[in-house]
């Protein structure tokens, strides 16, 4: 889904990429806030510097959101969620330490992600998707569907009278 206020750039080359795209209106072909009435039910991301997560949970909170917010890291440097440090190979992660930034409001929960899956989904998202991503990306993105599965369906939207 996309919107007549976004460059059709990118409406054009998610079609190329076989996307199916429905284009929704917006005001005068601007963009306004209408266009973003999604709720978020989670948010996930690794931890480098935490600046990121802890950035994207104040913005969460403030705005009253009920956001899961869940910390990501390889399950071979289970800092978070076992206290241990160790060798791992996702660059720009996982430093082996509980940064500074990361307080005890930012999170809801921590939780592993299997390196070698990693690794197996960034094949997948070259082969599959046309997206080079590295490690990293690929471990946020094995950490979210397993959200996502956990969620399940999102519930119907009510229909207008």
């Known amino acids: 889904?996309?919107?007549?206020?976004?460059?059709?750039?990118k409406t054009r080359t998610m079609r190329a990429?076989?996307?199916?795209?429905?284009?929704?209106p917006g005001e005068?072909?601007?963009?306004?806030?209408?266009?973003?009435?999604?709720?978020?039910?989670?948010?996930?991301?690794?931890?480098?510097?935490?600046?990121?997560?802890s950035g994207v949970s104040a913005v969460l909170r403030q705005a009253g959101s009920r956001a899961r917010v869940v910390a990501l890291e390889p399950s071979s440097s289970p800092v978070l969620t076992a206290g241990?440090?160790?060798p791992h190979r996702v660059e720009g992660i996982a430093t082996g330490i509980?940064?500074?930034?990361?307080t005890a409001d930012v999170l809801d929960?921590?939780?592993?992600?299997?390196?070698?899956?990693?690794?197996?989904?960034?094949?997948?998202?070259?082969?599959e998707e046309g997206i080079l991503a590295g490690t990293s990306s690929a471990l946020y993105v094995?950490?979210?569907?397993?959200?996502?599965?956990?969620l399940g369906e999102p519930p119907a939207e009510p229909e207008a009278n």
């Open 109 to 127: 929960e921590a939780r592993t992600v299997d390196e070698a899956e990693a690794r197996r989904m960034a094949l997948r998202l070259a082969r």
């Open 98 to 102: 509980v940064p500074p930034l990361l």
């Open 17 to 24: 990429f076989g996307a199916e795209v429905i284009v929704v």
């Open 142 to 150: 094995v950490g979210a569907i397993g959200l996502a599965l956990e």
């Open 84 to 86: 241990t440090a160790g």
């Open 28 to 53: 005068g072909g601007q963009v306004t806030p209408d266009l973003f009435g999604a709720s978020v039910d989670v948010f996930c991301a690794a931890v480098g510097t935490a600046g990121m997560i």
């Open 1 to 9: 889904m996309t919107s007549d206020a976004f460059a059709p750039e």
